[in-house]
Each structure stands twice: as structure tokens, then as C-alpha cells.
């Protein structure tokens, strides 16, 4: 149980283009969602917490007219990179959480490598 | 949330226990750890969790001393697909803050 798909794996495009990468949880109903980029040989870095029905919550730094974030269903969050540009290339990882219990562990996607040309 | 500090890499032998520590000296009694492990490549992986007692599940064991300000993972028999980034993480229990802040981990090898 408790499986996060995380949809594409892979995306390569040219600069200036917008890419949505989706985050489901497949057997669970995931009230809050997080979305994390990761750059080659460093540690997960939390971008935004999403959250089902209302709107995201950015950290600090992170440009939220950059980052779009929907979280329109129990099940579904997606992440748009607007006009990406080749410093937007990372690995983006979605984690979600099953609601109602506020100690269980989050449950990762096996996130998206974004290239931008 | 408390920091955590890891060694930064581990060697291990195939088929031996791996046990990897975790120093949170400030946690607070509200604080659960939680352990992680990042295969090249991929999403983190959620290994296990405790407040105060010891815990064990199909993949792991984990101990925590009694004044919780610090935890070893024990992998009881490492295999050469548990070569990863291990990383211990702390968080208020039943906050609504769920948010996971993610160290640099310990990267362990495990060598046949």
C-alpha cells in the first residue's frame, strides 16, 4: 500500500517551454502533498506544500508565478514549471501523506528529471 | 525541528548488520525520528519511525536510547541493493506541520 506515482519520469525541452509533472497517490487520499527538487549530489530541498482544496504554501525563495501548484483532488497535485529555463533543470520529487494521520510517514514518487535545452 | 547529524558515508559487508547512527541531541519529547534511504535515481524510500521505543519492521530495526538524543538504524543482513542515502529525520508528532527537512545523510555502500 501507500504508492505515490509521480508522472513523466523523464521530460526534456527546449527553454521557454512550461512543463506539469503529476503526483498521485494511488491507494490513498493525500489531503497534503510536497514537492522537493533535487540537484545532482545534493540533499532534497522542500519547494512547496500543497494542499488539497486551497492554496500552496511556498518556501522562502521559491517563486510561486514559477512554480504553479494545483492540488485539485484527494489524489492528485501537479507542479507546473512556467517558461523553464536550463537553471530549472532538477530532479522534482513528490511525497504525500495519507490524511487523518498525523504521524504516518510520507510515501515519495520516483520523480521527474526535467532537462531543459 | 531538531537537527540531526550524520557521518557522512559508512562501508558495510554484504550479508552483515549495518548499523548507522544518528545524533539529534536536541530533540524534543514531542519529536518522532524518522528514516529515509534514497536509492540512486529514485524518490526516498520510508524505512521506519519511533518516539521512545525501539522498533522493528520488515526492513529495518531501530533503537533509540533512553534519553532519545540519538538513534541507530540496524539493517540485520545488508544486501548489495541497500547501497543508498540514508537519511534520519525529526518532526513534531501531531503537528500540522508535516514537513520533512532532509540532511545530507549517510552514503552507505555495501560491499560483496
Known amino acids: 500500500g501507500a504508492v505515490v506515482s509521480q508522472h513523466p519520469s523523464w521530460v526534456i525541452c527546449k527553454s521557454g517551454t512550461s512543463v506539469k509533472i503529476e503526483c498521485r497517490s494511488l491507494?490513498?487520499?493525500?489531503?497534503?502533498m510536497f514537492w522537493y527538487r533535487q540537484f545532482p549530489k545534493q540533499s532534497l530541498m522542500l519547494m512547496a506544500t500543497s494542499n488539497e482544496g486551497s492554496k500552496a504554501t511556498y518556501e522562502q525563495g521559491v517563486e510561486k508565478d514559477k512554480f504553479l501548484i494545483n492540488h485539485a483532488s484527494l489524489t492528485l497535485s501537479t507542479l507546473t514549471v512556467t517558461s523553464a529555463h536550463p537553471e530549472d533543470s532538477s530532479f522534482y520529487i513528490c511525497?504525500?501523506?495519507?490524511?487523518?494521520?498525523?504521524?504516518?510517514?510520507?510515501?515519495f514518487g520516483d520523480g521527474t528529471r526535467l532537462s531543459i535545452l | 525541528d531538531a537537527k540531526t547529524t550524520q557521518p557522512p558515508s559508512m562501508d558495510c559487508a554484504e550479508g552483515r548488520a549495518a548499523n548507522l547512527p544518528c545524533n539529534h541531541s536536541?530533540?524534543?519529547?514531542?519529536?518522532?525520528v524518522y528514516w529515509y534511504r534514497q536509492i540512486h535515481s529514485q524518490g526516498p524510500q520510508y524505512i521506519i519511525h519511533?518516539?521512545?521505543n525501539n522498533e522493528t519492521n520488515e526492513m529495518a530495526s531501530l533503537i533509540i536510547t533512553e534519553d532519545r538524543k540519538s538513534s541507530t538504524l540496524i539493517l540485520p543482513h545488508a544486501t548489495l541493493r541497500d547501497t543508498a542515502v540514508y537519511y534520519c529525520i525529526v518532526r513534531v508528532a501531531g503537528s500540522n506541520d508535516y514537513k520533512l527537512s532532509f540532511g545530507a545523510g549517510t552514503t552507505v555502500t555495501v560491499r560483496a
Open positions: 511525497s504525500a501523506r495519507e490524511a487523518g494521520y498525523s504521524n504516518q510517514p510520507q510515501h
Open positions: 519511533g518516539l521512545k
Open positions: 491507494d490513498f487520499q493525500a489531503t497534503t
Open positions: 536536541t530533540i524534543s519529547g514531542n519529536e518522532y
